[in-house]
């Protein structure tokens, strides 16, 4: 696989080789999915000056991966890079998304029973956008195509990205939205100090508003048949969605448009990796979007949990049939994984 990186936040996340864990649900093998994992491709970075922070990533080989892979439990995982490139120009940006789109299909066609990957493309040129995804989809194989939470300052519901969302609409794939932090707090200064705010606060919160305006711009009323994955448990809406059909009754002055539906029954209709930390939260995130919603999710290599597989498994109050569709089920379908 040369010229394709895995990138290691604070150290290596490389498991021991050893046998493959193989999950298991009331004596059921079940394939599990891993929604939310990261890769990068060198060349597509020397484009732009992109650099890899040193001090905090470190390479991976492939076999350290797999090995990652087999010792959690993940038999499969949709690979995705978080948009770095939205403020090149056209020619720039149709070079980068070509090189990248190019090395995600070698490697999963290198290892087409563990990896499958999200398109790379170039939002902030719509129509190349358009065909990238296409091209991503119907050349290269990939299974949808991956967004940052905002567009070089815009936001994902603004008519000029309507093209990209048609088009996904029409191929009936998935788009991961990932953020990429919100950086007009990050110029004020309220996100410094301990805590790295801006990725703990800053990386949520961006999804919470990018999610929203899909919501009330209408966004989802005009293209109601998107498929829309939401990193992190799409932020904080899910946790705090009542708010958002309260504020139409208390504010109705502020409502512009028509809306089809509340607000929180749009959130039932979104998806959202199982990056909640805690069994409750997880509890809580399927109580209000629903278990069919809720794609497993590990955001490798970064060790933001130490297994998605077990979180699932051991959070009370879920039939052996919703773990069977957040391990992997339901994103088996949605990425067209046999």
């Known amino acids: 696989m040369k010229g394709v990186v895995f990138t290691i936040c604070g150290g290596s996340d490389a498991a021991p080789r050893g046998r493959r864990r193989e999950v298991v649900v009331n004596g059921k093998r079940v394939k599990t999915v891993d929604v939310h994992a990261h890769c990068a491709v060198p060349e597509a970075n020397d484009l732009v000056g992109r650099t890899l922070e040193a001090e905090a990533l470190l390479q991976s080989k492939m076999a350290d991966r797999l090995a990652a892979m087999d010792a959690q439990g993940i038999d499969v995982e949709a690979l995705s890079i978080n948009p770095f490139w939205y403020e090149a120009d056209r020619d ?15 490697i999963c066609a290198a290892h087409p029973d563990r990896f499958v990957a999200f398109a790379t493309v170039a939002l902030q ?20 195509a991956g967004t940052a939470g905002s567009v070089a300052g815009r936001e994902l519901s ?27 707090l990050e110029a004020s200064g309220r996100l410094n100090g301990n805590g790295l705010l801006t990725n ?28 829309i994955c939401a990193a992190h448990g799409g932020g904080y809406l899910p946790s ?6 309260a504020v139409m009754k208390t504010f109705p002055q502020r409502m512009t448009g028509t809306m089809k539906k509340k607000p929180t029954e749009y959130v039932r209709q979104l998806y959202y990796d199982s990056i909640i930390f805690t ?5 809580h995130l399927a109580a209000e979007a629903g278990v069919g919603q809720i794609l497993m999710g590990t955001d490798y290599p970064f060790p933001w949990t130490s297994t998605s597989v077990d979180h699932i498994l051991q959070t009370p109050g879920f039939s052996d049939e919703e773990k069977i569709a957040m391990l992997g089920g339901t994103a088996a379908k949605l990425l067209g994984i046999d």
Do not use: C
Not at 125 to 138: E, F, I, N, Y
Not at 240 to 245: L, T, V
């Open 92 to 106: 720039v940006a149709q070079k980068l998304i070509q090189i990248q789109n190019e090395k995600l299909a070698e």
């Open 125 to 144: 040129h719509p129509d190349l956008a358009v065909q990238q995804l296409v091209d991503g989809v119907k050349k290269y194989g990939l299974r949808g």
């Open 158 to 184: 603004d008519p000029k990205f309507h093209p990209f969302w048609a088009k996904a609409e029409e191929m009936g794939v998935l788009v991961f939205i990932h953020p990429l932090g919100t950086a007009e």
């Open 200 to 227: 703990t606060i800053g990386n949520p919160l961006e999804t919470t508003i990018a999610l929203s305006h899909l919501i009330f711009e209408g966004t989802l009323d005009r293209f109601p048949g998107l498929k």
């Open 240 to 245: 705090y969605a009542a708010r958002s059909d």
């Open 279 to 283: 069994p409750e939260g997880l509890r």
